[in-house]
């Protein structure tokens, strides 16, 4: 007896990015974690907490932070839905809206995780390629007949935004459902956010997360907005407690801090400038990101400069950066936006190795 179904035993899983083992000092700009700590009032939240949040259980619908999260974006409690990371909001769109044999179509290159969970699921997930300067084409996302698509926006691993307006125009006209994934929104130049469509489009799903621009990876809380029916639908699949007490307690201090998490992304937005000429001045071909990661090309001329040289010559140096053994980024290195000071010490590490 194998006791493990086939289509787990084949899927490969989700690959993350290098972790540097505990204690050792090294610049981790590999999996777009914020450089800030989170706000101080998240911190005090912690120290609030008391016995009796930890004994009971808590509320399964979680309702003051979805209440303060509607207030937020101008939309309903009731078309606002929160969970363990946006990850299970991507778990559960496979299991609610897709399901075995179902279809979900997503441009390529985007996130792999939609790949991962839809396999687990034994859902297709239908990789669409993007154009040869890595914009996405909404007629051929739409035109691969799924029943759903999904559109990161700004995308990742690229740092590009889609317009507003090609959502839209993707939303009327397909029948099937819109994700749009602005997990990364907060550090756009421009608000592209579709959050208040869901008034209007019975078929989108917005989703978002505490732990890029807020700076809560670890506190795994993510949440997401669509049509009343769509979000009670994912009520009744989801895990009754998905949100523990802790996280939804420092979630909501650091949603009511918003002008905190403005300065961070602030911070975060000037550095990617200020980064991204410093990898022009050598070369690098950089496609300007919108987005708290800058996903650059470097020149490549001489041996022992290729993406993936540089790569692992970086690390050597306790600089963790992103490289896809995929055929359209293999020339390609994701550098997520750290502190300014950071930000120098990868400058001059690349510069001499480029030298
Ligand atoms: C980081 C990320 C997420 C996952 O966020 P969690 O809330 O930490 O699970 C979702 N989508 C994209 C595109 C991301 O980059």
């Known amino acids: 007896m194998t006791m493990i179904l086939p289509h787990i035993e084949k899927m490969p899983g989700y690959v993350e990015g290098v972790m540097p083992s505990a204690g050792t000092k090294a610049i981790r700009l590999n999996l777009n974690e914020s450089p800030y700590p989170p706000s101080p009032h998240v911190q005090s939240a912690l120290q609030e907490i008391g016995e009796e949040v930890l004994r009971r ?19 309903k409690a ?8 946006s990850s299970e909001i991507i778990s559960l769109i496979m299991k609610v809206f897709v399901g075995p044999e179902g279809k979900i179509a997503l441009p390529d290159p985007s996130f792999p995780l939609y790949h991962s969970v839809a396999a687990g699921y034994q859902a297709k997930c239908i990789a669409v390629p993007t154009r040869e ?5 909404v007629d051929k996302l739409r035109e691969t007949g799924a029943q759903a698509v999904v559109v990161v926006n700004p995308n990742a691993p690229t740092g590009l935004m889609l317009a507003k307006t090609e959502l839209i125009r993707l939303l009327e006209s397909m029948d099937g459902l819109v994700i749009v994934d602005e997990a990364y929104m907060d550090f756009a130049d421009s608000d592209e956010s579709v959050i208040s469509l869901v008034d209007q489009y019975p078929n989108l799903l917005v989703l978002r997360t505490f732990s890029k621009s807020y700076g809560l990876c670890g506190v795994r809380v993510g949440y997401g907005f669509a049509d009343e029916r769509l979000i009670t639908a994912l009520e009744k699949a989801k895990d009754v407690y998905n949100v523990d007490a802790i996280a939804r307690h420092l979630a909501l201090a650091a949603l009511r801090d918003q002008s905190y998490m403005k300065e961070t ?9 200020v980064f991204s000429k410093q990898l022009e001045s050598l070369g690098f071909s950089v496609i300007p990101s919108q987005t708290n990661f800058i996903l650059c090309q470097p020149p490549a001329k001489a041996e022992g400069q290729s993406a993936r040289e540089l790569y692992e010559k ?34 001059a590490a690349l510069s001499r190795m480029i030298e």
């Open 57 to 75: 259980y808590p509320d399964s619908r979680c309702e003051q932070l979805r209440a303060e999260l509607a207030a937020k974006y101008g939309v």
């Open 78 to 85: 009731e078309q606002t839905f929160c969970a363990n990371g």
């Open 133 to 137: 300067d890595f914009s996405i084409d």
């Open 265 to 273: 992304t602030g911070r975060i937005k000037r550095t990617r400038a």
């Open 314 to 347: 970086l690390m050597e140096q306790g600089i963790y950066v992103r490289y896809y053994q995929l055929p359209r980024l293999a020339d390609m290195l994701r550098i997520t936006v750290g502190t300014e000071a950071e930000m120098e010490e990868v400058y």
